[in-house]
């Protein structure tokens, strides 16, 4: 019998209206951080004369490989250092929100991934007005494309742990890493030509092709790929009752081919559940328990992500780990120099502490904190 005569309609309400809630929420409590740092550096620049503004942590989470070097340095040494305390409890709630529902923090919550999905859709519009088609790279050269943000995470994951627990100390308290907001903040303040040229291909790029940025160059999208494999929720599709339309490979923002497998199981889905929402009988697609047939509701996933990021994070806040107890007038006094402040390590100097901290003597070299 053909398969289309028997379709039980699947009536579920689609969760991207939460979702997008979801993301503009994040949006505007980025640039709500953007806005409260920006007042927190007039300050600075003001030497204190101006009305004190204190500086907002959530910041933090724009400084992932600071982060990382903290995650590294509470498995090393078992404390959580204190310059960069909420970067360290939102890297934490980044990771777990993979571990528990895939690479969901790109399609839910990440302010780049939300505008990287935006204009997309314009992109995609676009094509079909122009090629009445959605436009895909040449499978190969996609593959070589998308590993480049796996390099760039090796880079960043082998530069940090091969670093001693001694040259974590050294760097999380140098001055490079206190002051590497307010650098990221003058990097965008005070855009050169060459820098405002790179985001504008980008963005021309990502008009082109769907989620450019995250799909070939983001190495945070690379770790949270790898993490939300182990993820135990997974979309599978029931070859059963799949009438084969191919509805939920074209609603995929990362290309997978949902109607080809039985269970995705790729670094790129970001959970956004754009699948099950256009699938259009029911119980074919669904977000299941890896080994199970246990359903897993969409509200789960909209309430679930939403739940952990602010469980892990709130845990930071009330163990008073979370705004950095560094004065103001310290911040006043290296914003003096902030422009001369450079990276504070040459690979000889990791070096040279990896030594000293395997021979349990210090060198001579002494943190701030
Ligand atoms: S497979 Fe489904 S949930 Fe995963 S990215 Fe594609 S549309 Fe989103
Ligand atoms: S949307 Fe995908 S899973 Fe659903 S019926 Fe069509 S091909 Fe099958």
């Not at 079909?128 to 996609?142: G, N, S, T």
């Not at 914003?335 to 450079?342: A, D, L, Y």
């Amino acid at each position: 019998m053909d398969k289309k005569k028997k379709i039980a309609k699947n009536t579920d309400k689609p969760i991207q209206k939460i979702r997008f809630i979801v993301q503009t929420i994040f949006a505007l409590l980025c640039i709500w951080i953007g806005i409260e740092f920006s007042q927190f550096v007039a300050y600075l620049e003001s030497n204190g004369a101006a009305e004190f503004s204190a500086r907002p942590p959530g910041v933090e989470g724009f400084l992932p490989i600071s982060a990382m070097m903290s995650v590294y340095y509470f498995f090393v040494s078992g404390n959580i250092h204190p310059v960069h305390p909420a970067g360290f409890f939102i890297f934490l709630a980044i990771i777990g929100m993979s571990l528990v529902f895939g690479k969901s923090f790109c399609s839910w919550m990440c302010p780049v991934g939300f505008l990287s999905e935006l204009i997309g859709d314009f992109g995609e519009q676009l094509h079909k007005k122009i090629f009445k088609r959605r436009i895909k790279i040449w499978k190969y050269l996609d593959y070589a494309l998308r590993s480049i943000k796996y390099l760039l995470l090796f880079f960043f994951a082998f530069s940090v742990f091969s670093m001693s627990s001694l040259a974590l100390e050294y760097f999380l308290g140098d001055t490079y890493n206190i002051m590497s907001d307010v650098k990221m903040w003058y990097f965008f303040a005070e855009i050169s030509r060459f820098s405002l040229i790179v985001i504008g291909i980008l963005f021309l790029f990502s008009i082109i092709y769907r989620n450019f940025w995250c799909r070939y160059l983001c190495p945070y999208g690379a770790l949270l790929g790898i993490t939300g494999l182990l993820s135990p929720a997974k979309i599978k599709r029931n070859p059963v009752s799949c009438i084969d339309c191919g509805l939920c490979a074209k609603a995929c923002p990362s290309f997978i081919k949902v109607d080809k497998v039985i269970t995705v199981r790729s670094d790129e889905c970001t959970s956004c559940l754009n699948c099950i929402d256009v699938c259009p009988v029911k119980d074919t697609l669904d977000l299941k328990l890896v080994g199970t047939e246990k359903k897993i509701d969409k509200k789960i996933v909209a309430f679930g992500v939403v739940l952990l990021f602010v469980a892990i994070t709130g845990l930071g806040i009330m163990t008073g780990n979370w705004q950095n107890k560094i004065p103001a007038k310290v911040y006043i006094e290296l914003h003096k120099s902030v422009n001369s402040i450079g990276h504070p390590m040459s690979t000889s100097d990791i070096e040279k502490l990896n030594k000293a901290s395997e021979k349990g003597v210090e060198n001579g070299t002494k943190p701030i904190h």
